[in-house]
């Protein structure tokens, strides 16, 4: 599970299935021996989601990484017109993958930027694309590019950054465009088993020592992911 860690820090690969709030830093307080270890929540991921997260190992270290997050926040809303400035370079950067039902069409070319609102019904446990704002709804950007589509057009395998993150935004934005996530039956997609979304890439800045810390997961080895396996050797 865990791919690095130091004494300010840990970047692990967390596996579907468990929560980054509550799962992740228990078991990591259960791997150190150390019941009341500090571990600084950054950033969260679905339960149901696998992939790079990194936690802080001090308040320092907590704070300094979620400075980081909100000033990449402030670079991606600049750099896709939702506000006005300089634009600078997003020092924490979240990259995705995931396999999409279908092919690149008309409502999903091969490349672009999804923005749409969302709104999330905490009752029913499900987030919702809307037309214009109001109270409760949150403006949704990513970036994304097709990499590779199955000959029979059953699937295709997308490349994702994200310059918001709202809850379930991946899963909503493209089961919005009638290209569920495959998996997902929370939005639409008839494929059983896991959902088909991993966090891939994980960049920041290390909060102590100043270097640049980079790190990239291969595609996972099952289904649906095995069918393009080829694009990551």
Known sequence: MIVYEDASLVVLNKPAGLTSEGDVPARL???????????????RLDT???????????PAAAAALSRQVTQSQEAYAILDG?????????????????VI???????????????????KDSRKGRVFPVS??????REAVLEYRIAASAPDGSKSLAEITLHTGRTHQIR???????HSL???GKYGSRVKGSIALQSAGLQFVHPVTGKQMAFELPLPEEEPWNSFRALSR
Do not use: C, N
Request: charged fraction near 30%; proline fraction near 9%; glycine fraction near 12%.
């Open 29 to 43: 307080r259960q791997l150190w021996g150390k019941p009341d270890a500090y571990v600084g929540v950054i950033h």
């Open 48 to 58: 149901g989601v696998s992939g790079l997260m990194v936690y802080a190992r001090t």
């Open 101 to 119: 039902a279908g092919i690149p069409d008309d409502d999903l070319p091969t490349d672009g930027i999804l923005r749409d609102y969302l709104f």
């Open 182 to 184: 495959l998996g997902d």
């Open 82 to 98: 939702r506000a006005e400035g300089k634009p600078e370079p997003p020092g924490f950067v979240k990259k995705y993958r995931a």
């Open 132 to 137: 214009r704002p109001r109270k409760g709804v």
């Open 172 to 178: 909503v934005q493209f089961a919005s465009r009638r």
